[in-house]
């Protein structure tokens, strides 16, 4: 399990045997998502998507 810090989001993954579970928490709001991804997932991939799923929560709790 380890922890990255990058541009206001918390990272935290943890390996469950094939599959790595990514928790992404927005530091400034305390919005937090999780989903799972495949072990060999690229880091890049995994930071994406993390950030892409905390911009949709955002942005759906959030209405313009």
Do not use: W
Not at 12 to 21: D, E, H, L, S, Y
Not at 29 to 50: D, I, W
Request: aromatic residues 4%; charged residues 20%; glycine residues 4%.
């Amino acid at each position: 399990c380890f922890k990255l810090v990058s541009d206001g989001i918390i990272l935290q993954i943890q390996p469950i045997g094939n599959a790595v579970k990514v928790i992404a928490v927005h530091e400034e709001t305390g919005t937090e998502v999780s989903f799972m991804a495949p072990r060999n997932t690229p880091m890049l991939s995994l930071k994406m998507l993390a950030r892409k799923k905390l911009e949709y929560v955002l942005t759906k709790s959030n209405p313009v």
